[in-house]
């Protein structure tokens, strides 16, 4: 099997798939990986459930920080490499790796010095809820380095038109985590019963084994990874380019992440039940915007490398089969979770209080899946151009707008308001940002003629 794709020529389907299926078949590893922490928490109950939901918001937060090192690292290595300029790839390449690290560390010590007041944010309303919270966010948080290099990895491999190395080394973890979970969590032999602290270990561990994973693989990559000398000082004009290009999307993800604390506050008045919901809920939901994620990282390399080399009509040609790929698949997860929410929700909490609050939050976030399949596979796209702010300018606004909608709409319709609130703003982010890429696809041929302007 190729582990590398040509992104600039010959037929436009088959090398978009090629690339993007393994970039799909990890995002749906990253969910199972998710899932199975889960799975195995959820025995404990949904008081274990609500401290990993609680504690998980900041490592959602964090990752607007990989975020800025992995896209603008991704985009300028494609965008380098479609141009043929190999040297500039492998420097951008150091300058993300760089700032992931720095940003790991830096996020890592407050969560290890403040992990306690940033649980109490929530409210939780168990002592016991709580403390499990913070001592998960303190080992996850505390040790988000692997995690951000995991990241960073995976961007510059599919710049590179490799996302072969990727799926497997996520595969490895994935299994990993499932044998680690249960043994940390309930014990086994002379390893003791931690519970949620367990799971927090062997989400760890597991982590730490993909990396070396990652380390091994990239060896004979010889374009990027041959001599990189990570540490080497000598990119701060790689580094500030980066910054530049991806502090929108990283600003978008940690107000996002943000925005949804609040939410998850407000949800936290229903009860640690509701925070639970809105926990499993979610990761159920995210069936479909990670695999969105993953294609729209596909396609943000092949929108990047085909800029560089100046190929407008194959950009178009690339977004509009994806639009109709995400078509099908927005339209069938939504099927799934209108028709069998019990089923699905049962899987990982089956208290009987709990499941109709479950059951409401599925059927309702189902009605948006498709418009969220489009926002995210555009927003890869404008990416790839290096135009990162409109994807941004959009998420931000609009989400922002649920605050107060949900506050509105929960006095109107209770805890299912809030789930409204969600379903409302992710319709409207997909419409209206559809609607402003197909404006700049109708101008003259957006061709590479300067340096790529945000």
């Known amino acids: ?154 961007g510059v491999l599919t710049a590179m038109g490799n996302s072969r190395t990727s799926f497997l080394a996520t595969s490895v973890g994935l299994v ?41 693989s990239v060896r004979k990559e010889t374009m990027i990874f041959t001599n990189l000398q990570v540490f080497r000082t000598k990119t701060m004009k790689h580094m500030k380019e980066i910054f530049r290009i991806g502090f929108p999307t990283a600003l978008q993800s940690m107000l996002f992440s943000s925005i949804s604390m609040v939410i998850a506050r407000l949800i936290a008045g229903w009860g640690d039940a509701a925070v639970a919901v809105q926990k499993v809920g979610s990761q159920i939901e995210s069936i479909s915007w990670m695999t969105s994620e993953g294609y729209a990282a596909a396609l943000n390399s092949f929108v990047a490398q085909n800029y560089g080399a100046n190929n407008p009509e ?34 990982f909490i089956q208290e009987s209080d709990v499941l109709p609050l479950g059951v409401d939050y599925l059927r309702i976030l189902a009605l948006s899946e498709y418009f969220m399949c489009i926002e995210i596979t555009t927003a890869g796209a404008f990416n790839g151009l290096g135009k990162t702010m409109p994807p941004s300018l959009i998420s931000i606004s609009l989400t922002a707008l649920r605050i107060p909608l949900a506050i509105w709409l929960s006095g109107l319709l209770g805890l299912n308001g809030i789930w409204w609130t969600i379903t409302i703003s992710s319709i409207l982010k997909g419409i209206v940002l559809t609607a402003w890429f197909y404006i700049i696809l109708k101008k003259p041929p957006f061709v590479k003629t300067k340096e790529i302007q945000v």
């Open 1 to 154: 099997m190729k582990k590398n794709y040509d992104l600039l020529k010959g037929p436009i389907i088959p090398a978009l798939s090629a690339l993007a299926l393994p970039i799909m078949a990890t995002s749906l590893i990253q969910m199972a990986y998710n899932m199975t922490d889960m799975i195995w928490i959820g025995q404990i109950g949904s008081g274990a459930v609500a401290s990993v939901g609680a504690a998980g918001m900041y490592m959602w937060l964090s990752n607007g920080l990989a975020t800025l090192a992995k896209m603008g690292g991704q985009i300028k290595v494609a965008q380098s490499i479609g141009s043929k300029s190999y040297k500039d790839a492998k420097a951008y390449a150091r300058a993300s790796f760089q700032m992931g690290i720095l940003f790991a560390i830096i996020f890592g010590i407050i969560a290890l010095l403040f992990g306690k007041q940033m649980i109490d944010f929530f409210q939780l309303n168990s002592e016991q809820v709580a403390m499990d919270a913070t001592r998960y966010l303190m080992i996850t948080s505390g040790l988000v380095v692997f995690s951000f290099v995991n990241q960073i990895f995976t």
């Open 314 to 347: 194959r950009i178009k040609q690339g977004y509009y089969a994806s639009m109709w790929l995400m078509l099908a698949w927005g339209i069938l997860c939504t099927i799934l979770l209108l028709v069998f929410p019990q089923m699905i929700f049962r899987i």
């Open 176 to 216: 990993m985590n499932i044998i680690l979970d249960p043994l940390f969590i309930f014990g086994f032999g002379f390893i003791p019963a931690l519970g949620v602290v367990g799971a927090a270990i062997a989400t760890v561990l597991a982590q730490s084994i993909v990396t070396l994973l990652f380390i091994y």
